[in-house]
């Protein structure tokens, strides 16, 4: 099946530090979307992307879909602590069921 | 607070027992999923609901047994689970089948 490589799995960080990962994929997709998971809660949507190109941003996020369509990324900016968890990117088939398929998920840890 | 609601919060049975989970939006969402976390992975996709009809089943074994009674409502329904099942149990919503999914903050279920 497919599946998307996202990296890295963990970040260490310290608090005001700039933070980018990104996922990858041998599939096109037509939609890319990035969560973010706190513990003992479900995933929130952070951003949504559905053209190649797309630059958006939510605050201090940054997600952009690749011109390939094969690759997406999240930029967040001056991290501070509640930027803690584990962020997933997941992307939607071009073809048959069109799934959403979740990365591997990056886990971010930051020391203030 | 997540517009997606799931009851209980918290699920502990044994393999013999029948327990149901339950999930709400009330958003106009027409297509619902449940979705299996075990920790540290990604979400993986179980069922999905569109227009209150069975869409998806990712040949889940027959002891979960999905039901959407109405067009905010999807059950989950356990029967003699095996230890293995333990997991976060997630319910999601989007506005049409694989369209960006709101998540619920899930059940946690241990089975003994």
């Known amino acids: 099946g497919q599946q998307l490589n996202q990296s890295p799995q963990s970040m260490f960080i310290q608090e005001g530090e700039d933070v980018s990962m990104n996922c990858t994929s041998s599939?096109?997709?037509?939609?890319w979307l990035w969560y973010k998971q706190d513990p003992g809660e479900g995933p929130v949507l952070l951003i949504a992307l559905y053209k190649a190109g797309e630059l958006t941003s939510n605050g201090r996020l940054t997600a952009q879909f690749g011109i390939t369509r094969k690759d997406s990324f999240l930029n967040i900016s001056a991290s501070i602590p509640s930027d803690v968890g584990i962020y997933f990117c997941a992307g939607r088939t071009l073809s048959g069921a069109q799934k959403l398929v979740f990365g591997q998920g990056t886990r971010l840890t930051i020391n203030p | 607070d997540t517009e997606v609601t799931q009851t209980p919060k918290h699920l502990v049975m044994g393999m013999t027992n029948k327990k149901s989970l339950k999930c709400e939006q009330h958003?106009?969402?027409?297509?619902m999923y449940w979705y299996k976390q075990k920790a540290k992975k990604p979400p993986e996709l179980m069922f999905v609901y569109s227009y209150e009809k069975l869409s998806i089943n990712e040949s889940v074994p027959s002891r979960f047994s999905p039901e959407c009674p109405n067009s905010s409502l999807l059950n989950l329904h356990l029967h003699a689970l095996q230890p293995e099942d333990s997991a976060l149990y997630l319910c999601?919503?989007?506005?049409?089948?694989?369209?960006?999914?709101?998540f619920g903050d899930g059940t946690r279920l241990s089975i003994l």
């Open positions: 999601a919503s989007s506005q049409e089948i694989f369209q960006p999914q709101h």
């Open positions: 958003m106009g969402h027409r297509a």
């Open positions: 599939s096109i997709f037509n939609t």
